[in-house]
């Protein structure tokens, strides 16, 4: 196949172990700037909900009628000198992200008033409603929850992202499973520094009174927490003075009727968030605490699909760069939430340690069940090499879903389309070697040589560009392999 393929057999044949060894695809890449006007690309729904200084509606794509969620946010109504980069701040942390947890992000649009961030559809309620419906929650149900907001924690400060406005009103919960979709005072954190930011009800008193870290979040969780086991705040006053001078000298109390009924593991985790900084517990330890263990091995998910996911990665092969990258595309833009909400679930079944992304000895643990120990040892090798787009030696949410998803599904002549817009940026119906290295490697690391020697793989009529035919072509022709290879199997 390709433009020179003889001259090349055995050297590039499109492998990329041939040819991308330091490249790296990340998730972010198919996370853009779209430059069409919004309605052009979605028909707005109803208004989902309105805040100071955003409106978030249900929209639909037309192209396909996807139900997403888009928040549409006043530029005028942002405060302060630096609203661009504000914008762009908080673009780029959302970009980011990759966690069950949190909401999925799909793109941007921009004009001269607002900002528009297209978003995974939730069928959730908001948190906070649901806290005021219930009293208090039972130990198992507030673990469950604080699991949740723990991992989401551990894996942004592992990032040294803080998200620094965490409250219920930040997040929805759809059974229960909770998902984060708010990002906008997140903010990548290296030193200790000085900002007011967040809500004065779930702000640690050194973001209030001094510097902060990513530590500040713990702080908050801490609140969540006692607000679930008791049904109030712990530092409310009489007024806004008195709760800001009880969070500043961390006075809050842990006895009384309701708290001789919660058990003392509990309330030491209280006592590890609610403090000063100093002392305060980490998310990663918070996660492992033994209040959090005790019920996690209860609740333990079953997840009936987790043998066919097994089987789907152990299968996974990636035999082309530019195939990859449609197959990430597809992965981040095209897949149903159904889908995301199984395997969802089956990724923090496997990752056990809940840091957001699964580990050689993750996997070796999971296949050691059917296939011993020495199999499963060399299967992870061979899982690895495949699925390990980025090369930082971890399997992340979005190359788990890639590989466990069964991408024939969504190989669909419009949804190949999609793709194929997506990489052709200035629309001229073909892609470039310079459209190609944008999506493909953010970083650039692969030389533009190589990068041509790629395109020529897949360029059948040699123009130098990769127009629509041949781009379906280099994707169908996967599933059709694939197709065969089943059906092999089972004859
Ligand atoms: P926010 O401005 O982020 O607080 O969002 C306002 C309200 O819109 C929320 O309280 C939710 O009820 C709703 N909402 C926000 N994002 C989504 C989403 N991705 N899916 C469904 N509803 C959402």
Redesign the pocket.
């Known amino acids: 196949m390709g433009c020179a393929i003889s001259s090349r057999k055995g050297k590039l044949d499109g492998n990329r172990h041939d040819v991308d060894s330091k490249g790296s695809i990340k998730p972010s890449a198919f996370v853009a700037e779209n430059t069409n006007r919004l309605t052009d690309i979605y028909k707005l729904g109803k208004l989902?909900?309105?805040?100071a200084y955003?409106d978030?509606r249900i929209c639909y794509l037309k192209e396909n009628g996807a139900k997403r969620?888009v928040?549409i946010i006043k530029k005028q109504s942002l405060s302060g000198n630096n609203i661009r980069q504000k914008i762009e701040n908080e673009k780029e942390i959302i970009k980011s992200l990759d966690h069950p947890n949190i909401?999925r992000f799909y793109e941007f649009f921009e004009d001269a008033k607002k900002l528009y961030i297209i978003?995974?559809?939730?069928n959730?309620s908001?948190f906070f409603s649901q806290i005021l419906q219930n009293e208090s929650y039972s130990e198992i149900q507030a673990a469950k929850i604080m699991y949740q907001i723990f991992s989401i924690l551990s894996y942004l400060h592992d990032k040294n992202i803080a998200h620094r406005d965490l409250k219920p009103?930040?997040m929805?919960i759809d059974k229960d499973t909770l998902k984060v979709?708010?990002f906008a005072e997140a903010s990548v954190i290296t030193t200790r520094i000085s900002q007011k930011v967040g809500s004065l009800f779930y702000s640690a008193p050194e973001v209030m009174f001094g510097t902060h870290t990513t530590s500040c979040d713990l702080w908050s969780a801490g609140v969540i927490l006692y607000i679930l086991l008791t049904g109030y705040h712990p530092f409310s006053g009489i007024n806004d003075d008195e709760t800001l001078k009880n969070i500043k000298n961390i006075k809050y109390t842990t006895t009384g009727k309701i708290w001789n009924q919660i058990s003392s593991l509990a309330k030491e985790l209280v006592s590890l968030l609610l403090c000063d900084h100093s002392r305060r517990i980490s998310a990663n330890d918070a996660l492992h605490h033994p209040w959090i263990l005790n019920f996690t091995q209860i609740f333990s998910p079953e997840t009936p699909i987790i043998s066919s996911a097994l089987e789907n990665l152990k299968h996974f092969t990636n035999t082309s760069v530019l195939r990859d990258a449609v197959h990430f595309f597809l992965t981040m833009q095209r897949v149903s939430t159904g889908d995301i909400k199984i395997l969802g679930e089956v990724f923090k079944k496997i990752d056990k340690n809940d840091d957001g992304k699964i580990s050689k000895q993750e996997l070796i643990n999971e296949y050691t069940n059917t296939l011993g120990v020495i199999q499963a040892e060399s299967e992870v090798e061979k899982i690895m090499k495949e699925v390990d787009t980025n090369n930082d030696g971890y399997i992340n949410y979005t190359e788990f879903l890639k590989a466990a998803l069964d991408i024939r599904k969504m190989l669909s002549i419009e949804n190949l389309r999609a793709a194929f817009r997506n990489f052709d940026k200035d629309f001229s119906g073909r892609i470039s070697v310079l459209e190609l290295k944008r999506v493909v490697s953010e970083r650039n690391l692969l030389s533009h040589k190589t990068w041509t020697e790629i395109l020529k793989e897949v360029d059948l009529n040699c123009d130098g560009e990769i127009d629509l035919i041949e781009f379906e072509k280099l994707v169908l022709m996967k599933g059709q392999a694939e197709t065969e290879e089943n059906a092999d199997d089972k004859n």
């Open positions: 989902l909900g309105s805040g955003a978030v969620a928040k909401i978003m995974e559809y939730s959730g908001e009103e930040s929805l979709i708010d």
